[in-house]
């Protein structure tokens, strides 16, 4: 019923900038919170950035003062903005949004959805 697409990933060279983007597409969903989280080879699953529905922030302390994340409820689609990246950032990137999913009842149904996963290698 839903899905999140992301894009942007890519190589880029030590010191440069990258813009993910994750579009949620479907029916009848509202998306409460979106967060960032990558995953590198042997390493766990870790938060990056967070954003909820008021638009409140929380960043890895990694990734603080380098990457921004942002919202565009109109367009039910979510950014993450990597800035001075560095080679240490080189991992699969997954976006993540806590939804409502409505019913012709008027139910909701509170459910998580992840994207594909998108790849960030950077070069030094």
């Known amino acids: 019923q839903v899905q999140l697409v992301e894009s942007g990933g890519g190589l880029v060279q030590a010191g440069g900038s990258l813009r993910l983007s994750c579009a949620a597409s479907?029916?009848?969903?509202?998306?409460?919170?979106m967060a960032w989280y990558r995953q590198a080879p042997g390493k766990q699953r870790e938060l990056v950035a967070e954003?909820?529905?008021?638009?409140?922030?929380n960043y890895a302390d990694s990734v603080k003062g380098r990457f921004t994340i942002s919202r565009d409820n109109a367009k039910n689609t979510g950014y993450l903005q990597m800035n001075s990246l560095k080679p240490e950032d080189t991992a699969v990137y997954y976006c993540?949004?806590?939804?409502?999913?409505?019913?012709?009842?008027?139910?909701?149904?509170?459910?998580?959805?992840w994207g594909q996963g998108t790849q960030v290698t950077v070069s030094s």
């Open positions: 954003v909820t529905s008021g638009g409140s922030t």
């Open positions: 993540n949004a806590d939804l409502t999913l409505l019913t012709q009842g008027g139910r909701g149904y509170e459910y998580d959805y």
């Open positions: 479907g029916s009848n969903f509202k998306i409460n919170d």
